[in-house]
């Protein structure tokens, strides 16, 4: 199947044809300037998210879960620009896990077009802190030190799916367990710890790549100052401020990453809602999702990675396609996925086309393997009509 797909280059702003094979770039040309020119899309790589709970009134810690829910989700994320993501579970019981990390392979084992967009589970829990605070909203019943023997049947239900594991380094042998995952093939990221500076530069010398959410649910400095880890944040305004976001953008310069550690909520009207987790919240007008009895607690996630791009460029910390290459061409990079290569010759045609104006920035058409997917009248119904058109 052969394409031509024409828009202003994410980078450079010059207008440019992107010509798709069977799947992949063949060459991207620039053309020459004309008036008619100036409202075209924009184009970019597709985005990657690393850390997605659920989205669009659906959960993926919501037990059991089935395949269909992982299905959906696929496809409301692709219409959203993400191209590639991985699916996250929390901490939970061992056979919750097992049973969940089921539901995710056997969706993207059967439904390959559909959920295509599955590039490894991230399992974050249950070896992180038990301490009151770095723990976050993970259920302390279930947290517990790292079990090798544990993780390798969940990976087996799997089907060798788990791609990142969120660990605190504060338990004994902890290091080993870091390096015997990296050793197999599993991204081992630091969050939810209480670990002291020490343990922390054990982990990263054992092979730690990456520090989730950094800023929440984690001491900051050790990591910050820890060039080997991706930094992976939150940039919707309510989890950092944008004094931190500047300084986290910094120090790990290309190795900063966007996750939007959406939970279901994420892409939905504002409003009041029942959570399993967290019980009655509220999803204001600015994307803020706090308990509905205490507005100063954050219940989550609930802005999806193009509104952090859009965030991050209005509020002057980084530039457009810098934001943009934070949510794709980085983490693309730490997971090793082809996409990295951006909108070159040779990539595989995941690409986005958006508007950005008045603040807003909104996914026009998806393209996964070269295979068009507009924003779906699903997603536009989702979220009111009022921020997808084709």
Known sequence: MNVSIKGKHYKTGLPVEISVEQGRITSVTELAESPAMADWPWLAPGLVDL?????????????????????ELSRLLLGNGVTSYC??????????????????????SLYPEDAGGIVGIHLEGPFLSAEEGPRGAHPREH???PDWDMLCRWQEAAEGLIR??????????????????SESGILVSIGHTAASPE??????AAGAVMSTHLGNGTHLTEQLAADELYGCMIADGQHLPPALLKVILRMKRSRTILVSDAVSLSGMLPGTYHLHIGGEVVLTAEGRLHLAGNPQLLAG?????PDQVAYLAEAGLARLDE??????????TLLGLEQAAGLRAGAPADLVSFCYEDRTLTVLECWKKGHSRACSNELQQRLGGERCRA
Not at 55 to 64: A, I, K, S, V
Not at 164 to 181: D, G, H
Not at 301 to 305: D, F, G, Q, T
Not at 323 to 332: L, R, T
């Open 51 to 71: 850390q997605v709970n659920g989205g669009w009134g659906l959960d993926l810690n919501t037990l059991p879960l089935q395949p269909a829910t992982v299905l």
């Open 87 to 108: 699916p996250t579970l929390i901490t939970n019981g061992k056979e919750a896990l097992a049973q969940a990390v089921s539901a995710i392979a056997e969706a993207a």
């Open 143 to 145: 947290i517990g030190p």
């Open 164 to 181: 990142i594991l969120t660990v605190s380094p504060e338990w004994p042998n902890a290091a080993a367990f870091i390096a015997r995952c």
């Open 199 to 204: 343990q922390i530069r054990e982990a990263v």
């Open 301 to 305: 996630s609930a802005m999806m990675l």
């Open 323 to 332: 934001a943009w290459d934070c949510a794709s061409v980085h983490p693309a």
